[in-house]
Structure formats: structure tokens, C-alpha cells
């Protein structure tokens, strides 16, 4: 079985332009979530989707959407890029539940 | 709300025994997770405690205690490889909340 797969893993933007990350989940799972991380605050819940609807949410910006399509791939996007959004932003699928996530390996998004 | 309490880095030596501990903060509570996460790589799953007690999975254990909002990661027989970060994790909302993460470094 094909793990959970992002894409890109390197990403290089300007303050201001917006950007698209991808994750396709292992096959057969529903759940996505994603999250960000930094080396100062960790892992940050951003958001899930289930089913083509987002189920929870984080405490980010507007900026910071998502959604997911009917085979269950995700894509998030950030418009409008800080200096602040640089991270690697993690992307995680599951079954029905969310004891037990399998992360993709990233995408490690630099703002300059 | 929700806070998880985690130490930031333990040093161990090749063939020792380490302890990482957990203390959650939550309104409410499914379980308690921990997950691996090597420099540069994904976090990749490797317990998860519903009910109090001991869950071992080979050199590594997991432990719970509910009614002290407790837990900790047990490592056994350190091996190099298992220099990593180590991540506490709880479900609060349905979504699954992280600690900060404690860097295990393991010395020849």
C-alpha cells in the first residue's frame, strides 16, 4: 500500500504570492489533516477534511484554506505569504478516526 | 483548552532505558498518542493508550493513568537509530493535538 504522498517537498516564495501544497492519502482513507511545523511552536493543527468536508479547524488566518476532492486528495493553500509562514507543513491521513495518523513526508515551504 | 506538558530533550547512553513523560490538560479525552519523528522525516506513529496501564510493543512502551492525566514513553535497550523527537498527542474536538516534543539524544 502506497503511503501518504505531498507534494512538493521544497517550495521557494516571495512575501505575498500565494501557494498550493498537495497530499494524496493512503488508499482508502478519508481523513486528511494538516499541520505546520516550526522549530519554535511544534506542531500546529491547521485543519481536517472527511469526506470532502472540512470536519475541524485551527486557530490560523483566513489565509490558510483547504479542501479535499471526491478521491479523497487534499490541497491546502496560503495567499497572501508572511515571512511567518515558513515551515514544514505536514499532511496526515487516517480511517474513520483519528487515533492513529500516517504523515506524509512534507512540504518545507521557505518565504523570502 | 487543551496543553500537553512534555520535557524538551533527555540524553541517554547506547543499551539504557529512558522515560518521557506526558501530562495533558483536556475537557476531554479519548487517549493518549506518541509518535516518532527523526530529523528531517515524517512523524510516524507508535502507540496510542485508551485505558490505564502498560501497552508494549516490542523495545518500546507506552503507559497511561487516566485519573492522573499521566503518561510516558518507555524506551528500552537505546539504540542510536533512536535518536529522534518524541511527540505526546491527545484527541480534544476530534482533531489530534501534539505536545511540543521531546528531542531523545542517544550517546555511544
Known amino acids: 500500500k502506497a503511503g501518504v504522498t505531498q507534494t512538493p517537498r521544497y517550495l521557494i516564495k516571495t512575501r505575498g504570492q500565494q501557494v498550493t501544497l498537495s497530499c494524496s492519502p493512503i488508499s482508502g482513507h478519508r481523513s486528511v489533516s494538516w499541520y505546520q511545523q516550526t522549530p519554535g511552536q511544534g506542531l500546529q493543527f491547521l485543519f481536517e477534511?472527511?469526506?470532502?468536508?472540512?470536519?475541524n479547524k485551527g486557530n490560523f488566518p483566513g489565509r490558510f484554506s483547504g479542501r479535499q476532492f471526491s478521491n479523497s486528495r487534499s490541497e491546502m493553500n496560503v495567499s497572501t505569504l508572511e515571512l511567518g509562514d515558513s515551515a514544514l507543513y505536514l499532511c496526515?491521513?487516517?480511517?474513520?478516526?483519528?487515533?492513529?495518523?500516517?504523515f506524509g513526508s512534507g512540504t518545507q515551504l521557505s518565504v523570502l | 483548552g487543551q496543553s500537553l506538558e512534555q520535557p524538551s530533550e533527555v540524553t541517554a547512553v547506547e543499551g539504557a532505558i529512558v522515560q518521557i513523560n506526558c501530562t495533558y490538560q483536556?475537557?476531554?479525552?479519548?487517549?493518549l498518542s506518541w509518535y516518532q519523528q527523526h530529523d528531517g522525516g515524517a512523524p510516524t506513529f507508535l502507540s496510542y493508550?485508551?485505558?490505564?496501564g502498560l501497552e508494549e510493543t516490542g523495545r518500546f512502551s507506552s503507559f497511561l493513568s487516566r485519573s492522573d492525566s499521566y503518561g510516558y514513553l518507555l524506551l528500552q535497550e537505546l539504540q542510536m537509530k533512536d535518536s529522534a523527537s518524541y511527540f505526546c498527542?491527545?484527541?480534544?474536538?476530534?482533531?489530534?493535538?501534539f505536545g511540543q516534543g521531546t528531542e531523545l539524544s542517544v550517546k555511544p
Open positions: 493508550n485508551a485505558l490505564d
Open positions: 477534511y472527511f469526506s470532502e468536508t472540512q470536519r
Open positions: 483536556t475537557s476531554g479525552f479519548y487517549g
Open positions: 498527542a491527545v484527541i480534544e474536538g476530534g482533531k489530534l493535538i
Open positions: 496526515a491521513s487516517a480511517g474513520a478516526t483519528n487515533e492513529k495518523l500516517f
